[in-house]
């Protein structure tokens, strides 16, 4: 069974870092691109950061562009986003995801459960 476990969300200051950690388990996913999208209260779920299988793609949302930085491990089946400069509005419950690829959500096929990230002001 596969299972995406997300880790290092919590509460930081604005201006602070945070590093989300999301372990696969059940299958490799070396060929996969591996994205992170997040749900704010009352918004739609939306796209932050996505790592092509090899890591040589990464794009980004332009919110996040400059501030976040999505890597893969494949021999750890893990994907990482490191996230700096943290403002109030990146609060939100952050999800991992894995499948085909694209800024989409209905392009991923496996979810993790999610982690709040809340930033205070």
């Known amino acids: 069974q596969v299972q995406l476990v997300e880790s290092g969300g919590g509460l930081v200051q604005t201006g602070g870092s945070l590093r989300l950690s999301c372990a696969a388990s059940?299958?490799?996913?070396?060929?996969?691109?591996k994205g992170w999208f997040r749900r704010a209260p009352g918004k739609e779920r939306e796209f932050v950061a996505a790592?092509?299988?090899?890591?040589?793609?990464?794009r980004y949302a332009d919110s996040v562009k400059g501030r976040f930085t999505i890597s893969r491990d494949n021999a750890k089946n893990t994907v990482y986003l490191q996230m700096n400069s943290l403002k109030p509005e990146d609060t939100a419950v952050y999800y991992c995801?894995?499948?085909?690829?694209?800024?989409?959500?209905?392009?991923?096929?496996?979810w993790g459960q999610g982690t709040q990230v809340t930033v205070s002001s």
């Open positions: 790592i092509s299988w090899g890591g040589g793609t990464t």
């Open positions: 059940g299958r490799t996913f070396s060929s996969y691109t």
């Open positions: 995801a894995i499948g085909l690829g694209g800024t989409s959500s209905t392009q991923y096929d496996y």
